[in-house]
């Protein structure tokens, strides 16, 4: 076999195990983009490195000698693609938005996948190894970080049940939440007024309470609380 043929084997089996294994932790937790979209991505990038590296291999005529490209243009527009995969994962929950985290796995995924495709293997092995990293241990390190917790929370009442803000303000504290801001409305109906606002906490734990509390109050129609996070 060429020995051509067996570098670009290696490279590209390189990059699917790179991408699959930061594809997998994605997977692991349940994200959209994961094993096989990660793999995709390195295994991508690093074919269209080797396709700049081996030109002389496609186009008839030419010899190693007498080409001569800059392959960093080719990972320029590498990087400018895989922003629109990145943004195709990043969505908004309700009032939250998600898959930033994915978006970012996705680039650096990319940069992998181009450095095995030039055969950068030592920064391509230990970029993988710290990616891995990020994603799982850091995840660990982040949830005993002391942090607040914040929530968007709207409450509903009848137009003639309507609890004061002093009141909302005192319920709210006593499950130990600040409040952000705070919003009025009158739904299209006419029948019911909503209090909306921004609420954050030391305890995430504290939704749960506050939310069995609401549920006892007979004057609370509908309410929600909707935490926020990547």
Known sequence: MDADYVVITLHLFG??????????ERSFHGRPAGFRTHALVCVASSLLMLVMLYQWKWLPGTTSDTIRTDPTRMAQGIMT?????GAGVIFKEGLSVRGLTTAASIW??????????????????LATGLTLGILSLFRRIEARMPSQSYAHHALRFERDQVLSEAEVRKI???????IANMS????????????????RTSDARNMSVLSTHLLSLEQVKCFQISPTGD
Do not use: K, S, W
């Open 184 to 199: 009025y409305r009158i739904t299209e109906d006419g029948q019911h007024f909503e209090y909306r606002m921004v609420i």
């Open 81 to 85: 693609g895989i922003g629109f995969l």
């Open 108 to 125: 650096i995924t990319a940069a992998i996948g181009i450095l095995i495709g030039v055969g950068f293997y030592y920064p391509a092995i």
């Open 172 to 178: 709210m504290a006593n499950h130990g939440f600040n």
């Open 15 to 24: 990059a699917l195990c790179a991408g699959g294994i930061i594809g997998l």
